[in-house]
């Protein structure tokens, strides 16, 4: 597996379930991040990990709890979600510490939630 | 009002035309600006970066930079099928004042006809 592989591709839920959504990147990167991708709309930052400490929370509501073991894996935990979380999360890593140069992203392909 | 602005489209083109999609930015501060590719089912792949202003070519691709107007460019030349895809406009400021923060324009949508 080479990248940033992100599972499951699709996801279903109803408002009252918990599930995760699973990261994993294989590329020696240590900054992760948790991005939304909602149709007409910018990406919006989540959350930021640093070398396994989170570094941001774009005022994310609760119902959204990530976790980050170690600097390859990234969860999102998902509990008494809303319709209109219903997006495209997409799981995206970086060489943290940058300085003085661009902060490259490389991205996942996502997981498609529908929140019924 | 937006910190980036990028027309959505959709945008439908004859393959072979020159495209060019735009963003605009209200920020001063932004100084790395980047253009990623977005081919459908799949996430967002950095396609060029460029610092500060003015222009940067790779193969069919340039991406152009005006700072004085707040305004980028990527032009594709020659385009082909393979080239449909949703294109987004990202930049940020210096890491001393930003942290990881990278700012998205909306993306625009391109099709290319054969």
């Known amino acids: 597996e080479t990248g940033v592989t992100q599972t499951p591709r699709h996801l279903v839920m109803g408002m009252t379930n918990k599930k995760s959504l699973k990261c994993e990147q294989h590329l020696g990167h240590n900054a992760m991040y948790w991005y939304k991708q909602s149709a007409k709309k910018p990406l919006e930052l989540m959350f930021v990990y640093n070398f396994k400490e989170q570094t941001e929370n774009n005022s994310v509501p609760s119902r959204f709890s990530p976790e980050c073991p170690n600097s390859s894996h990234l969860f999102l935990h998902l509990h008494t979600l809303q319709p209109e979380d219903s997006a495209l999360y997409l799981c995206?890593?970086?060489?943290?510490?940058?300085?003085?140069?661009?902060?490259?992203?490389?991205f996942g392909a996502g997981s498609r939630l529908t929140v019924l | 009002q937006k910190e980036v602005e990028q027309d959505p489209g959709p945008l439908s083109v004859p393959e072979g035309a020159i495209v060019s999609l735009n963003c605009t930015y209200s920020n001063s501060a932004f100084q790395y600006f980047m253009w990623y590719r977005q081919y459908s089912r799949k996430g967002p792949e950095l396609l060029m970066y460029t610092y500060s202003s003015g222009n940067k070519e790779d193969g069919r691709f340039t991406a152009q930079v005006d700072k004085s107007s707040k305004y980028i460019s990527l032009f594709i030349r020659d385009s082909q099928p393979s080239d449909s895809a949703t294109y987004l406009c990202?930049?940020?400021?210096?890491?001393?004042?930003?942290?990881?923060?990278?700012?998205f324009g909306e993306g625009t949508q391109l099709t290319v006809n054969p």
């Open positions: 990202a930049m940020t400021r210096p890491p001393e004042t930003s942290g990881s923060r990278l700012t």
């Open positions: 995206a890593s970086s060489q943290a510490g940058w300085m003085g140069g661009a902060n490259v992203l490389t």
